[in-house]
């Protein structure tokens, strides 16, 4: 919800960092796919395609929002950034389950 009315509410709105624009876009879908990768691990490529269709739809609503530009530039980052956040958790998962296992077998 953060990231959509970021995306799509007033530019006044939008939170600005010293990361310029395409470091805040690469932040915060990082931060999204990472967060959907930890919650919807099980099924990896529909979570993948269906955050990309979504980012896809994010950046062509802001064609009706005034101040607002559809980018094709934008949501190659937040695409890129969103996947690199589910392979990030993918990451993440891996190394618990091995040093459980590693945990396990030592035990």
């Not at 064609?63 to 993918?90: E, K, N, Q």
Request: charged share 15%; glycine share 10%.
């Amino acid at each position: 919800a953060a990231v959509a009315f970021a995306t799509l509410g007033p530019p006044t709105y939008r939170p600005r960092s010293d990361l310029g624009q395409t470091g805040e876009h690469a932040l915060a879908f990082l931060v999204v796919g990472l967060a959907f990768g930890l919650a919807y691990g099980r099924n990896r490529r529909a979570t993948a395609a269906a955050s990309i269709v979504l980012i896809g739809l994010l950046e062509l609503l802001q064609r009706w929002m005034p101040g607002r530009h559809a980018r094709l530039g934008d949501f190659v980052v937040d695409a890129l950034a969103a996947c690199a956040g589910l392979l990030l958790a993918a990451g993440l998962q891996w190394t618990i389950k091995r040093a459980r296992q590693s945990n396990v077998e030592a035990s």
